[in-house]
């Protein structure tokens, strides 16, 4: 953001807050230098052209305990989920996997990167001289060029990289992979790592460098998902994109690495690890025998989450391991990128059932689900009341309640600049997206009820070539 | 006593004494412990995690113990 906008932005935002503090002490200073202060007499916050009064209500202290008992259940709840989930029993199932998990030393580590790429001629010469560029540089690049009709294959061999051309493949991206790892599974060996990385997304300069070095030190680690920021531009919805993927990265941070999904865009898998899934997949898990990715799935990098912490793989996200990823430039293409997630999680819980590998991601699915009866309820509630009351109640506890809010909106995308703090603060932009955000959940349950099926969805890069 | 004050929102669609009906002070309270169990669970996400170490998968600790014995 340019300097001038960030002063503007600061000065905007101080005096929102300097007419909200002043506001607040007239009124405490009205009641509290009246004599008593602990009488019932209302505090009033006398504004031009109506009158907001703080009425003295239903004491908030009964079910501010029972929300509090409410917080510790759900609280409980998570961890037990988290629990179950980090739980991996010795199942004797696992191990009847044909499997070799002693990793080789640091100095012996090959470093592999595979990407699929569909007619991505425009945004190769950015992104695999950007991997040689790493502070440790990629062994080999393959990519698999997959139902190509630009240059594509002959782009990603000029610049020195190798390329397997897909063949017949009708099943997107996870049928491209499929094809190139049933190659390449025959030469590896232990100490073998892929980084799967999208060709039109960009990694932290040290990506790899950190990666094989955790790998190293930690023989329990299988995989490493990338955390993604939201690449600049696209307006308000870019902006609101952005906050949400900050959001995630603290979370991520604060759960100290713990996965939700090892992204599509970017993440490292031991070879090893991927070859148990194939092993496993028409088996102990969903899919064909022998293939790493289920083609059946419409959200593939979800479903290879499931299916490695099925098999009782550890895995985890770094801080330094970003990677900066494509935003929908849109509501429509958002919309539908939205629903394509939503769907494939619900489509990949409902494959897998109710597991100990899955349980925190139906907690989450309730979680949701929760959310969106609370806010309905809300919009419901506030709307009525807004349409029957005869002059505006202002609570000091519900006041407390919403400051207490906009900190931890603001305070989360903090990271992010003005620009994300000024989306956040006064709430309603993020509730009105949040709506859009339910919306989309409800009309993919909806759609799940109705067995519908998802459209991929397709996202044109800017050289107008096709990008699904 | 509640001054009145310019009543501005007077009731625009809805009689005021709905506000008082057991149904809706029922929502009130439905829609006010949903307020705070989200707000406990935005603060909640502002603490660590405790650090925990990642289990080997079942195919080391056989391995593992295999090598012990």
């Keep these: 953001m340019r300097k001038g906008a960030a002063v503007g932005s600061s000065i905007v935002l101080i005096i929102i807050f300097v007419t909200l503090l002043l ?122 060029a997959d139902n190509c009709t630009d240059e594509t294959a002959a782009v990603a ?103 939700f999904v090892l992204t599509g865009t970017a993440s490292v898998f031991r070879a090893q690890a991927l070859l148990g899934v194939a092993q496993a997949r028409g088996n102990l898990i969903p899919g064909n025998q022998g293939e790493v990715y289920d083609s059946a799935s419409i959200t593939e990098d979800n479903e290879l989450t499931i299916a490695l912490k099925s098999l009782g793989f550890g895995m985890i996200s770094l801080q330094e391991c970003t990677v900066e990823t494509e935003l929908m430039p849109t509501w429509s293409t958002l919309w539908t990128q939205r629903k394509r997630w939503q769907r494939g999680a619900l489509d990949n819980l409902a494959e897998y059932g109710v597991t100990t590998a899955t349980a925190r991601y139906w907690g989450q699915q309730l979680g949701i689900a929760y959310g969106v009866v609370a806010l309905f309820s809300a919009y419901f509630f506030l709307i009525v009341a807004s349409l029957a009351m005869e002059y505006v109640h202002l609570y000091i506890f519900w006041l407390v309640v919403t400051t207490i809010f906009i900190i931890d909106r603001v305070g989360t995308v903090w990271a992010g600049g003005w620009s994300a703090r000024l989306v956040a603060a006064p709430l309603v932009i993020e509730v009105a997206y949040s709506f859009f955000l339910q919306i989309n959940f409800i009309s993919s349950l909806i759609d799940l009820v109705r067995r519908k099926k998802q459209k991929w969805g397709h996202l044109p890069s800017p050289a107008g070539v096709d990008r699904s | 006593m509640i001054p009145t004050g310019q009543q501005v929102w007077a009731g625009i669609l809805f009689e005021p004494e709905l506000l008082n009906e057991p149904w809706f002070l029922l929502l009130g309270a439905f829609v006010s412990f949903n307020t705070i169990v989200f707000v406990g669970l935005s603060l909640g996400k502002v603490f660590y995690w405790p650090k925990v170490r990642i289990r080997p998968h079942p195919h080391q600790i056989k391995d593992e113990r295999a090598q012990e014995k």
């Design chain 1, 23 to 144: 506001t607040t002490v007239d009124a405490l200073g009205a009641k509290y230098f009246d004599g008593d202060p602990f009488d019932d007499e209302p505090l009033a916050f006398r504004l031009p052209g109506f009158f907001i009064a703080e009425v003295p209500g239903p004491h908030p202290i009964d079910f501010l305990t029972i929300s509090i008992i409410g917080i510790i259940l759900v609280g409980i709840g998570s961890v037990i989920l988290e629990t179950l989930s980090d739980l991996r029993l010795l199942n004797p199932e696992y191990l009847e996997l044909d499997l070799n998990l002693q990793p080789g030393p640091l100095n012996s580590m090959t470093i592999i990167v595979v990407v699929p790429a569909h007619n991505e001629a425009d945004n190769l010469p950015v992104t695999l001289p950007a991997l040689m560029q790493q502070t440790r540089p990629p062994d080999r690049i393959i990519v698999v």
């Design chain 1, 157 to 259: 061999r000029s610049l020195g990289a190798e390329v397997i051309e897909t063949v017949d493949n009708a099943n997107r991206k996870a049928g491209a992979l499929n094809q190139a790892f049933s190659q390449l599974r025959r030469s590896e060996t232990s100490s073998d790592i892929y980084l799967v990385l999208d060709a039109d997304t960009s990694l932290s300069p040290q990506f790899l460098d950190v990666a094989e070095h955790y790998l190293a030190g930690h023989d329990e680690i299988f995989a490493i998902g990338g955390l993604f920021y939201g690449e600049p531009g696209h307006g308000l919805i870019g902006q609101l994109q952005r906050n949400e993927y900050f959001r995630y990265q603290l979370q991520i941070k604060h759960r100290r690495g713990r996965v």
